[in-house]
C-alpha cells in the first residue's frame, strides 16, 4: 500500500514510532525519545530563507521529507530529503527543478511527486531521478484578454497500471481559463507523456 504524506505548517509536530519530530520553519528539527532529544537539520539556504511547508512520511525505516524553502521576496526552491532514522544524518537529498511541492506519493522505493511545471520520479535508495519532466508551465490570454496558466498546482499523483497520473488541483486554477482541469498522463517506466497540455518547448531528463 503506497505511504501516505501528510501536509504540516510552519513549526509542527510530527507523530513517529518513537514519539514525535518538531521541524521548525529554520529547518532546525528535534526527535525525543529514550528520554533525551536528538537534533538535526534540513537544509537550507543561508540568508533569508525558511521552510515554507512541508510533507513528511515515517516509514522504510526512515524519515522521508518533501518540502518548500522560500525568502521574503518569494524566491523559492523544493528539496526531498532521506533522513538515516537513527543517526539523524541526511542520507541524500534531491534538489526539485522548481517550487511549490505538492503531495508526493510513496509507492515501493519510488517517489512521484510534482511542483510548478515540473513532475518527477525519485528512487529513494539513492535520491537520484528516474525521470524528470521540466516546462510543462503553460499560460495564455483567452478572447478578453485575461490571462491563464496551466500546471501551478497538482493534487497527489495516483498509479494506473503502467502509468502515473499528476492531476492538476482545481481549487487553484485560473477562473476564467477556458478548459477544465488537466490531467497529466506519464508512462512509469520511461517519464514519457501519454497525454496531457505539454507546451512544444518541454523537457525531460
Request: overall charge neutral.
Amino acid at each position: 500500500m503506497p505511504q501516505d504524506f501528510t501536509i504540516k505548517e510552519l513549526t509542527v509536530s510530527l507523530p513517529c514510532r518513537e514519539g514525535l519530530v518538531q521541524i521548525r520553519s529554520n529547518g532546525k528539527a528535534e526527535i525525543r525519545r529514550n528520554n533525551k532529544v536528538d537534533q538535526f537539520q534540513l537544509p537550507i539556504y543561508e540568508g533569508a530563507f525558511f521552510v515554507e511547508k512541508l510533507y513528511f512520511s515515517d516509514c522504510l525505516g526512515d524519515f522521508l521529507i518533501a518540502y518548500d524553502i522560500s525568502n521574503s521576496i518569494a524566491e523559492g526552491i523544493s528539496m526531498v530529503v532521506r533522513i538515516d532514522r537513527e543517526s539523524l544524518g541526511i542520507m541524500w537529498r534531491t534538489v526539485i527543478r522548481s517550487c511549490y511541492v505538492s503531495e508526493p506519493l510513496l509507492q515501493g522505493h519510488f517517489l512521484y511527486v510534482a511542483a510548478i511545471g515540473w513532475a518527477g520520479k525519485i528512487d529513494i535508495r539513492t535520491g537520484l531521478y528516474i525521470w524528470e519532466i521540466r516546462g510543462l508551465y503553460a499560460s495564455g490570454t483567452t478572447s478578453d484578454k485575461r490571462g491563464w496558466s496551466c500546471y501551478n498546482s497538482f493534487l497527489r499523483p495516483e498509479l494506473k497500471g503502467t502509468t502515473v497520473i499528476f492531476p492538476e488541483d482545481p481549487e487553484h486554477l485560473d477562473a476564467h481559463r477556458p478548459f477544465p482541469p488537466q490531467k497529466l498522463v506519464v508512462d512509469d517506466k520511461s517519464g514519457k507523456v501519454i497525454s496531457g497540455i505539454v507546451p512544444s518547448d518541454k523537457k525531460r531528463d
